[in-house]
């Protein structure tokens, strides 16, 4: 059914893969870990053009900010003709709600679509969406663009001793199907390389929140509903990540974890140069200003001209 989101994210992944591969080895666990890693730099690198069209926007809200707060004054008592008057607003300067959420909603299917693909890598669990088979099968049955033989050389890949389609809380048995491809891991392996990638998503994840929220107009932050709601994800989410951890593949980790790195840089570079754009106006007006004043001691130029001419000197007698 979602065939259309699983096989493109597979062939992303691949392609990482083989590259990596070449290089570290078909089964090493820091291929496999730099292909999901690069799987993620390759969709934000699609998102870019969104992301500035989400900027746009908003540099938007903060401009329209006053105006928005005068239409709801205005027409406080009428919530009906407050929305017309604001899509009207909207209208006429272009603006796009929907643009501050559409990179959101792209990266969501991938992020599912990535938790899927790694998960059908082994499928020996018999619960809610598993198809239970036996190790054998499942080590014979191809992953969507992977081969069989991909799908054996994950299961053999180790990072730090911890195969990265297994999580805290994977049950023993689906840890056996690791048994003829590498060992069967323990669950303190796999904590201890899944614990450290949690703590540096949630840590990450809330320091970007941070950082977008003090890059918004203070007043914008008190009135909007989304940047309330941005208040509220400063916490939630990353309290989420860490409380949830435990129940994600080591493979979906880092893919949080450099999602939120590749967002860190994004937001630090924008806040450097928004800063230097800031700053470059009010150097040259400070400038043009320091040109112009009159120096001390300086006789006041005046650039009128008299009515009728100039005015001739003559020879005092």
């Not at 909207?90 to 603006?95: A, L, P, R, T």
């Not at 003090?214 to 939630?236: C, E, F, I, T, Y």
Request: no cysteine.
């Amino acid at each position: 059914m979602l065939d259309f989101i699983y096989y493109p994210v597979s062939a992303i992944l691949w392609f990482w893969h083989t590259a990596f591969g070449a290089l570290l080895g078909p089964d090493s666990g820091f291929a496999w870990a730099l292909a999901v890693v690069f799987l993620v730099f390759t969709v934000r690198i699609f998102l870019l053009r969104i992301v500035i069209e989400q900027l746009r926007t908003a540099r938007q809200i903060r401009e329209l900010q006053p105006r928005i707060k005068a239409l709801r004054k205005t027409y406080a008592g009428d919530r009906m003709r407050q929305a017309i008057e604001m899509r009207k607003l909207q209208k006429d300067h272009g603006f796009n709600p929907w643009m501050g959420y559409l990179p959101i909603l792209v990266q969501a299917p991938v992020f599912l679509g990535l938790y899927h693909v790694l998960r059908s890598f082994n499928r020996t669990g018999t619960g809610w969406g598993q198809l239970g088979m036996s190790p054998e099968a499942n080590a014979a049955t191809p992953n969507y663009v992977f081969s069989a033989t991909g799908v054996q050389s994950f299961l053999t890949a180790r990072l730090f001793g911890a195969p990265i389609s297994a999580a805290i809380t994977t049950p023993d048995s689906m840890l056996a199907s690791f048994a003829s491809f590498g060992g069967v891991p323990t669950t303190g392996a796999i904590a201890a390389v899944a614990i450290p990638l949690m703590l540096i998503a949630g840590l990450a994840t809330h320091f970007n929140a941070r950082a977008s929220l003090a890059g918004q107009n203070p007043g914008a932050v008190q009135d909007s509903r989304v940047a309330m709601m941005k208040q509220v994800m400063l916490w939630v989410l990353p309290l989420g990540v860490l409380a949830g951890g435990s129940f994600l593949a080591i493979a979906i980790l880092l893919y949080l974890v450099s999602n939120s790195v590749w967002t860190y840089g994004q937001q630090h570079i924008i806040s450097v140069r928004t800063n230097r754009e800031k700053a470059l106006p009010a150097t040259s007006a400070v400038d043009r200003r320091a040109a112009t004043a009159p120096r001390p001691g300086a006789r006041p130029v005046n650039s009128e001209k008299p009515a009728g001419g100039r005015k001739r000197r003559g020879k005092t007698r």
